[in-house]
């Protein structure tokens, strides 16, 4: 139980063009869901938190209009990278929490983006 | 502002032996801790998390202390085995709460030898 995909798995893109990374909760309704980044032999930055139906939280530093965040449903947040540049290229990463466990994360895959 | 250390250099050890990885963390009082592990490209996953009000807890093969009081927490891996070979990160909850939002370190990585 408790499984998060993430789609695409890897995405090359030319610089200033714009990716969307799905995130999807296979089994189970999230209650929130989680974007981080991560760069090589660094730990995870959590970059926004998800709410389904409301407006995404921006940690400081996070540029709002250039990470699109978009929380449809309990099972689907989304992703855009807006203008893509290469200092952008990253791992991305999702997790969710559930109502009868909100203290674990659950993690998905992860996303490999590097724009050229 | 908090701040989480892992040991950045990787740990190796031979098969049969137990690994201990060091989480110390600052300037504040979290009301739990977790542990997760991390493979090369992947996601990380959850493994045990500890209440600021519980010493030790245990999972199969795997341990964690928590200490309040030195602020570091101790991750164990008895009997370790290569498959144990991988990226350990202990991560806290932030202080202002809200959504469970957690603070991760920067993991260390472990290398289980045959």
């Known amino acids: 139980g408790a499984v998060v995909s993430q789609h695409p798995s890897r995405v090359i893109c030319k610089s200033g063009t714009s990716v969307k990374i799905e995130c999807r909760s296979l089994?189970?309704?999230?209650?929130?869901m989680f974007w981080y980044r991560q760069f090589p032999k660094k730990s995870l930055m959590l970059m926004a938190t998800s709410n389904e139906g409301s407006k995404a939280t921006y940690e400081q530093g996070v540029e709002k209009d250039k990470f699109l965040i978009n929380h449809a449903s309990l099972t689907l947040s989304t992703l855009t990278v807006t203008s893509a540049h290469p200092e952008d290229s990253s791992f991305y990463i999702c997790?969710?929490?559930?109502?009868?466990?909100?203290?674990?994360?659950?993690f998905g895959p992860g996303t490999r983006l590097t724009v050229t | 502002s908090q701040k989480i250390e892992q040991n950045s250099e990787a740990l190796n050890i031979q098969e049969g032996k137990t690994a201990t990885l060091t989480c110390n963390y600052t300037n504040y009082s979290p009301a739990y801790l977790q542990w997760y592990r991390q493979d090369p490209g992947r996601g990380p996953v959850f493994l045990l998390l500890i209440r600021e009000n519980e010493k030790e807890k245990r999972k199969e093969r795997l341990k964690v202390t928590f200490d309040t009081t030195l602020k570091q927490s101790l991750f164990h891996i008895t009997a370790s085995q290569p498959a144990d070979s991988a990226t350990y990160l202990c991560a806290l909850p932030t202080p202002s709460g809200g959504y469970n939002k957690l603070i991760f370190g920067a993991g260390t990585r472990l290398a289980v030898h045959p």
């Open positions: 089994d189970f309704q999230a209650t929130t």
């Open positions: 997790s969710a929490t559930t109502s009868g466990a909100p203290y674990e994360q659950y």
